[in-house]
């Protein structure tokens, strides 16, 4: 038996992951706001021929996270694979940055990221094996200008998945994150609009001037790639890599 769970897993890169662990095989529950939530979770669990399952848990409420972890352990039996993927975003000048803004994207990016691993941590404890992959950033392990609370987030998550690493390493838990460039989704697309605002440029500009003007590679990455080297990370074959935060961007940390 092998049971995921995806934060974010409704759109964007969560749902290209869930897509292709339901591809091979999995059985998943998946998270996000998206009102035809549900609806996306029976497609999946249609095309597949696995068991999908949707939570709206708001991931800035602790108890609604705790709640999501039992529904999957009630409903898939048990919990093999934790991927923290949700995140949210927002680009400003420090001394604009709205302060409501840095305590919900502190909140999605990294706490909950804390709150997950800790209710799934019982169950993978008890049977001996677990894998939790954290969907970090480039910005987890570089900053960029405007950008001040998701970096401090993403960076947060670099720190925690060490943490988690090390704790688990004694119980058959790896812990390890993923920290890719720009990949093309709706955060992205906003991103795109808001830089441009902040720049002052247009949105062309902005995606050869600013956001693949790091990367060596100059392309947005592609979810099946980066959904890719997760199913790798969930594998046996993974069993003693650990603690890692792997860039999937391009070259753009080589610099």
């Given at each position: 038996m092998?049971?995921?769970?995806?934060t974010?897993?409704?759109?964007?890169?969560?749902?290209?992951?869930?897509?292709?662990?339901a591809?091979?095989?999995?059985?998943?529950?998946?998270?996000?706001?998206?009102?035809?939530?549900?609806?996306?979770?029976s497609?999946?669990?249609?095309?597949?021929?696995?068991?999908c399952?949707f939570s709206?848990?708001n991931?800035?409420?602790?108890?609604?996270?705790?709640q999501?972890i039992?529904?999957?352990?009630e409903?898939?039996?048990?919990i093999?694979?934790?991927?923290?993927n949700?995140?949210?975003q927002?680009?400003?000048?420090?001394?604009?940055?709205?302060?409501a803004?840095?305590?919900?994207?502190?909140?999605?990016?990294l706490?909950?990221v804390?709150y997950a691993?800790?209710?799934a941590?019982?169950g993978?404890?008890?049977?001996g094996?677990?894998r939790?992959?954290?969907i970090?950033s480039?910005h987890?392990l570089?900053?960029?200008?405007?950008k001040?609370?998701?970096?401090a987030a993403?960076?947060?998550?670099t720190?925690?998945?060490?943490?988690?690493?090390?704790?688990?390493?004694?119980?058959g838990?790896?812990?390890?994150?993923?920290c890719?460039g720009?990949?093309?989704?709706?955060l992205?697309e906003?991103?795109?609009?808001?830089?441009?605002?902040a720049?002052n440029m247009?949105?062309?500009?902005?995606i050869?001037?600013?956001?693949l003007?790091k990367?060596?590679?100059k392309?947005?990455?592609?979810?099946?790639?980066?959904?890719?080297?997760?199913l790798?990370?969930?594998?046996e074959?993974?069993?003693?890599m650990?603690?890692v935060?792997?860039?999937?961007e391009?070259?753009?940390?080589?610099?």
């Open positions: 092998k049971n995921a769970v995806i974010g897993g409704s759109s964007g890169i969560g749902l290209g992951i869930a897509k292709y662990f591809q091979h095989g999995y059985n998943l529950l998946i998270n996000g706001l998206e009102k035809n939530g549900q609806e996306i979770a497609s999946i669990a249609e095309t597949y021929g696995v068991t399952i709206p848990a991931l800035l409420i602790p108890e609604e996270i705790y999501m039992a529904l999957a352990e409903q898939l039996g048990s093999q694979v934790l991927i923290n949700a995140g949210i927002f680009v400003s000048p420090i001394e604009e940055f709205p302060d803004k840095w305590e919900a994207i502190l909140g999605v990016n706490s909950s804390f691993s800790k209710a941590w019982k993978m404890k008890a049977q094996f677990g939790i992959i954290n970090t480039a987890g570089r900053a960029s200008e405007f001040s609370a998701y970096v993403k960076h947060g998550v720190g925690l998945t060490k943490v988690l690493a090390l704790e688990g390493a004694p119980f838990i790896t812990c390890n994150a993923i890719p720009y990949v093309r989704t709706p992205v906003g991103q795109i609009a808001d830089q441009a605002k720049h247009s949105e062309e500009e902005i050869e001037k600013v956001m003007k990367q060596a590679i392309s947005f990455i592609a979810i099946e790639d980066l959904a890719a080297l997760a790798f990370l969930a594998s074959n993974s069993s003693t650990t603690g935060s792997l860039p999937m391009g070259g753009w940390t080589s610099q």
